[in-house]
């Protein structure tokens, strides 16, 4: 039923900026309390990141490597959460997945980092010297 799909990732010089977006649908938590959207990336052979994340309020979280250059946002309607990427490195290249929480944890300090519920399947970014 939870449908995450990613959208708007590609090649980027580094130091340049690229946006991702994801669309929810199908994403009825029991309370408002548990919502929360977020972006984990996975290079190859390197261990899964959070990146961001954001709750029903609005607030967010941030991965210590990407904090002041990564911002995460939500249209009103909770439809669409973008992540806007900013000065690249060649160390944000990855796979970036949208995910969300499940049911069992409040707020996106439940689920932070690594125990969401729902997963996109993924869109790549690249950020190339």
């Known amino acids: 039923q939870v449908r995450l799909m990613e959208s708007g990732g590609g090649s980027v010089q580094s130091g340049g900026s690229q946006i991702l977006a994801c669309a929810v649908s199908?994403?009825?938590?029991?309370?408002?309390?548990?919502?929360?959207i977020g972006w984990v990336r996975q290079a190859p052979g390197k261990e899964r990141e959070a990146v961001a994340a954001?709750?029903?309020?609005?607030?967010?979280m941030y991965g210590h490597t990407v904090k002041g250059r990564f911002t995460i946002s939500q249209d009103n309607a909770k439809k669409t959460v973008i992540l806007q990427m900013t000065n690249l490195k060649p160390e944000d290249t990855a796979m970036y997945y949208c995910?969300?929480?499940?049911?069992?944890?409040?707020?996106?300090?439940?689920?932070?980092?690594?125990?969401?519920?729902?997963w996109g399947r993924g869109t790549q970014v690249t950020a190339s010297t």
């Open positions: 199908g994403y009825t938590p029991k309370t408002a309390r548990s919502y929360c």
């Open positions: 995910v969300a929480n499940d049911d069992q944890y409040d707020y996106c300090s439940g689920s932070w980092p690594l125990r969401w519920g729902h």
């Open positions: 954001i709750d029903v309020d609005g607030s967010t």
